[in-house]
Antibody, heavy 116, light 107 residues
Framework: EVQLVESGGGLVQPGGSLRLSCAASGFTLSSHWMNWVRQAPGKGPEWVANINQDGNEKYYVDSVKGRFTVSRDNTKNSLYLQMNNLRPEDTAVYYC?????????WGQGTLVTVSS | EIVLTQSPGTLSLSPGERATLSCRASQSVSSNNLAWYQQKPGQAPRLLIYGASSRATGIPDRFSGSGSGTDFTLTISRLEPEDFAVYYCQQYGSSRTFGQGTKVEIK
């Protein structure tokens, strides 16, 4: 069974940093592009970033470029999102999802709240 | 950036009725790279349709997708109680963007 479990969310002050992790199981992570998608309270989903199978192709939505970095460690079956210089508008549930285009498997999400 | 506009915002229907949801793109979506998702409160989105018209694994055949270019439609032929939810379209032809959603509620 495919499982994706995010962790690392929490409350952080504006300008702060967080590192989200996504633990993958039930499939071979190294065979798949992976997405990070976020959803602000009461809003629709927003694609944030994706990364190819070996980590040498990465793409970001304009609003996070230069602040967020996606990475992966296939040996640990894990995906990461390093988030720096966080802003209140980054407040959302962050999901990791399998696939670089559309996503058929999603984690349960981890909540990031940026507030003073 | 391709902007996706979904209509209506809310659809009030009864079980057994047909639901027709629209997704319009601000520019043509290449290769019909459009997906539909269902989302219930407290849950992650669930993939229903990809490639504009291909059903994802395990999705009942009452769900169907159609359209091309800038106009796409998700149709639920006969609403079941578990189909009342919010539906989002997403394009992946040029970067990735989502629509704002259509809520299908019980009338």
């Amino acid at each position: 069974e495919v499982q994706l479990v995010e962790s690392g969310g929490g409350l952080v002050q504006p300008g702060g940093s967080l590192r989200l992790s996504c633990a993958a199981s039930g499939f071979t992570l190294s065979s798949h592009w992976m997405n990070w998608v976020r959803q602000a309270p009461g809003k629709g989903p927003e694609w944030v970033a994706n990364i190819n199978q070996d980590g040498n192709e990465k793409y970001y939505v304009d609003s996070v470029k230069g602040r967020f970095t996606v990475s992966r460690d296939n040996t640990k079956n894990s995906l990461y999102l390093q988030m720096n210089n966080l802003r209140p508008e980054d407040t959302a549930v962050y999901y990791c999802a399998r696939g670089g285009s559309y996503s058929g498997y999603w984690g349960q999400g981890t909540l990031v709240t940026v507030s003073s | 950036e391709i902007v996706l506009t979904q209509s209506p915002g809310t659809l009030s229907l009864s079980p057994g009725e047909r639901a027709t949801l629209s997704c319009r793109a601000s520019q043509s979506v290449s290769s019909n790279n459009l997906a539909w998702y269902q989302q219930k409160p407290g849950q992650a989105p669930r993939l229903l349709i990809y490639g504009a018209s291909s059903r994802a694994t395990g999705i009942p055949d009452r769900f169907s997708g159609s359209g091309s270019g800038t106009d796409f439609t998700l149709t639920i032929s006969r609403l079941e109680p578990e189909d009342f939810a919010v539906y989002y379209c997403q394009q992946y032809g040029s970067s990735r963007t989502f629509g704002q959603g259509t809520k299908v509620e019980i009338k």
